[in-house]
């Protein structure tokens, strides 16, 4: 009879054995996925980050280049002119400030399932941009003044 309760002892520890190895198996591909999914909301992350850049660079060129006609008759025109370069130049740090990240993207995240922006097409889209606003800004100061 203790050989017989021995035996089923036996069974009964190899079977929780097997039980516990699956459960872990499943807690080990459940964590995985996460670590997965939080990969991908990394990316989407950076590029909400990129387009925010992208937009205020957007703005503060076109801040800068109304500035010089919203201002016009109430300050100097060479206030006029300082104040829309700063906002273009700040413009063309935010192009750059926009690819930053894509240079110098810290700890190495595992691989994410969505695929990233290419880096190319971020430099030469704001590589285009920067020189938008160096355009703009030397138009700025050498072109024609506004009419008041």
């Known amino acids: 009879m203790a050989e017989k309760t021995l035996e089923k002892s036996g069974e009964k520890l190899a079977s929780s054995a097997v039980k516990l190895e699956r459960s872990n198996e499943r807690v080990k591909e459940s964590a995985d996925r996460r670590t997965e999914l939080a990969a991908n909301r990394t990316v989407f992350a950076a590029e909400r980050t990129y387009a925010a850049w992208v937009r205020t660079g957007l703005v503060a060129l076109a801040s800068g280049v109304g500035a010089r006609k919203l201002l016009a008759g109430l300050l100097p025109d060479l206030l006029n002119q300082i104040t829309g370069s700063v906002l273009i130049i700040f413009s063309a740090f935010c ?42 800004l030397l138009g700025l100061w050498f072109g024609r003044a506004p009419e008041p």
């Open 95 to 136: 192009f750059a400030a926009a690819v930053w990240r894509d240079f110098r993207p810290g700890a190495s995240p595992p691989q994410p399932d969505v695929p990233e922006l290419p880096r190319a097409a971020l430099l030469g889209v704001n590589g285009f941009l920067a020189l938008v606003a160096l355009a703009v």
